[in-house]
């Protein structure tokens, strides 16, 4: 399945949900914020939110600093 991830064209092995996504790319989804297709995913729902095919999916995570 093809989507757009940080602006990258991506080819995904399977559909997949917020949640899924995060595990395949290893990341933390305590740390980082999604935007799919221009809508903010609430981390509460990412297991349940699929990705549609041809998405643009933002991955943002946050940056501490001093």
Known sequence: M???LNGEETT????MTVQ???EHL?????LVA?????VVVRRATYAETP???DAEVEIVAFVGGG
């Open 2 to 4: 093809r989507i757009v």
């Open 12 to 15: 995904l092995p399977r559909p």
């Open 20 to 22: 899924e996504l995060l």
């Open 26 to 30: 290893e990341i933390d989804p305590r």
């Open 34 to 38: 999604v935007e799919c297709n221009r």
């Open 51 to 53: 990705i549609p095919p």
